[in-house]
């Protein structure tokens, strides 16, 4: 089993939380960072679950103690990132880790730890993203077109990645991304 950190980002709506939330079902032997944000809470998410939620101050405390391994302003509005700590102690324990970050942070991580596995998680075509994003129905309008705006510059960022895994089913997406990892495949 592979115990290096692995990376998955892509756009916006590309199903990354999807794809995480199968394999977390599936594999509960693989640990899953929890990111801070500044974001509000979406209906069911829960604090320490699928976020940790915080304010800007609490957030600026976090860098200002050198706390995270990566973080940035996502969509030009929230600020997310990865508290550093659990990742090491995760790995060094020997523990298959795995974030679940945009592309911004994925730069970051790959600046502090080259060594990853990067994987760049892709739509089949751009107007399934543009589907997904319209019919999750949890940001408005507005919102919907910053995200859409943000995808189109990081879909030119697949390059950078060691891999990429099209999305268009999700089981076979998690399972190509846990052999990547080098665990058994799903059942």
């Not at 500044?38 to 976020?51: A, C, K, L, Q, S």
């Amino acid at each position: 089993m592979n115990t290096r950190l692995t990376v998955l980002a892509g756009p916006t709506a590309v199903g990354k939380g999807t794809i995480s939330s199968y394999i977390r079902q599936h594999h509960p032997e693989i640990w899953f960072s929890v990111s801070a944000t500044t974001r509000p809470r979406r209906p069911g998410e829960i604090d320490g679950v699928h976020y940790h939620f915080v304010s800007d101050d609490e957030f600026d405390g976090l860098i200002a103690r050198d706390e995270m391994l990566e973080y940035a302003v996502v969509h030009g509005r929230h600020r997310y990132g990865t508290p550093a700590a659990p990742v090491r102690s995760r790995l060094e324990a020997g523990v298959p880790s795995l974030l679940e970050i945009d592309l911004q942070g994925a730069r970051q991580v790959k600046a502090k730890m080259p060594d990853a596995l990067f994987v760049f998680l892709a739509p089949p075509t751009w107007e399934e993203l543009v589907c997904r994003l319209t019919g999750r129905g949890t940001e408005s309008a507005e919102e919907q077109e910053r995200r859409l705006t943000t995808a189109r510059a990081e879909l030119a960022a697949e390059s950078e990645f060691d891999v990429t895994i099209v999305n268009d089913s999700v089981r076979t997406a998690a399972e190509e991304l846990i052999q990547l990892m080098g665990i058994s495949t799903l059942d």
